[in-house]
């Protein structure tokens, strides 16, 4: 993942879903928006439940020339053809990660609210890091990553950074300016139409 002058959307898939219905759905919103990078963020531990998500999102996000991470799995990155993996740790796992799978790979952390981490994780090799949530919400009433900390990341580290969790359009036009990409996942597929959700977000973006 690199940033460009403009942000670039991140899609996230939703942590629970039918593959046979969601592939068509998936499709249907990677033709209609411009998307850098999908992350296959299945929650569980179910194994092989994961790496049928994973070959099927990898086909359907690799046929439109989308590059795809997992949450997580660092193992089933290579048997499946992915481009790397998004770690929920911080920076404790990057140069782990990286040394498994190599310089070509993407390796992104997600650091909260963090300052300290986020450069922790860039030192360590990180090719992103990834700070949210944006507002509190019912699964997360800790520290929020305000504005003010894309802005100075924005101006100080060359790392590209990852708005997400709790984004609104009003929160996407805000931040548009500062970040190099925005995360949207429940945003997109909570909604009646998943592609109009996404093309409403990217308009925000400018």
């Known amino acids: 993942m ?6 670039q959307i991140y899609l996230l898939t939703p942590p629970v879903f039918e593959l ?35 070959d099927a999102c990898r086909m359907a ?6 590059a795809i991470v997992i949450a997580e799995h660092l193992k089933l990155v290579e048997p499946h053809g992915l481009d790397g993996v998004h770690l929920m740790d911080a ?13 070509d790979a993407i390796v992104g952390a997600w650091c ?6 986020g450069m922790a994780a860039g030192e360590a090799g990180a090719d992103y890091v990834c700070f ?10 800790g520290a929020i990553a305000e504005r003010a900390l894309f802005s100075w990341w924005s101006e100080v580290i060359e790392v590209p950074v990852v708005a997400e969790g ?17 995360a949207f996942g429940d945003e997109v597929w909570s909604a009646p139409d998943p592609v ?5 977000l990217a308009a925000a973006m400018g």
Not at 91 to 96: E, G, K, T
């Open 2 to 7: 690199t940033s460009t002058d403009r942000p």
């Open 20 to 54: 046979e219905s969601f592939i068509p759905r998936l499709g249907a919103v990677l033709d209609a928006v411009e998307v850098a990078c999908l992350r296959l963020a299945l929650a569980g531990r179910d194994e092989d439940a994961i790496a049928r998500a994973a």
């Open 61 to 66: 996000a690799h046929e439109r020339d989308v």
């Open 91 to 103: 920076a404790r796992s990057v140069r782990l990660a990286r040394k498994e799978l190599g310089a």
């Open 112 to 117: 909260g609210a963090s300052k300290h981490a």
């Open 132 to 141: 949210g949530p944006m507002a509190e919400t019912p699964l997360h009433n």
């Open 166 to 182: 709790a984004l609104t359009a009003a929160l996407v036009a805000e931040l548009a300016p500062v970040t190099d990409f925005f």
């Open 196 to 200: 109009a959700a996404l093309k409403a």
